[in-house]
């Protein structure tokens, strides 16, 4: 079970990997687009999110639910603005800031919490 929840958590840091590096990437451009990276790094991990929450319910006895309520509302609010957005040929700015603050507070959460 220990190994399981290793694994999830390794492919948890890669979509995080894949969310921000695919926005980080763009900072410096003046046209900016929802990437695969950013679509795909989303779900990952609200996906991979979930099947720890599951795993983590099996091996401790409490499992704070307000954190993982607040995580993944923040992280389903940032898939429906990719998945919303995934197709345009540009993205506002204050989209792009917005969604890289809302990765940020997502591991912000994550640490701090």
Known sequence: MELLRDVLVFFHFIGLAAL????????????????????HGVLTQIVTGLLLVGVLEGMEPEVDHAKVGVK???ALVIAVLVFVNRRKPSIPNG???GLMGLTALNI?????W
Request: charged share 10%.
């Open 20 to 39: 921000f590096g695919g926005l980080f990437v763009q900072l410096k451009t003046d046209t900016r687009v929802v990437n695969n990276a950013v679509l």
């Open 72 to 74: 993944l509302f923040v």
């Open 95 to 97: 989209l792009f800031f």
């Open 108 to 112: 912000g959460v994550a640490v701090f």
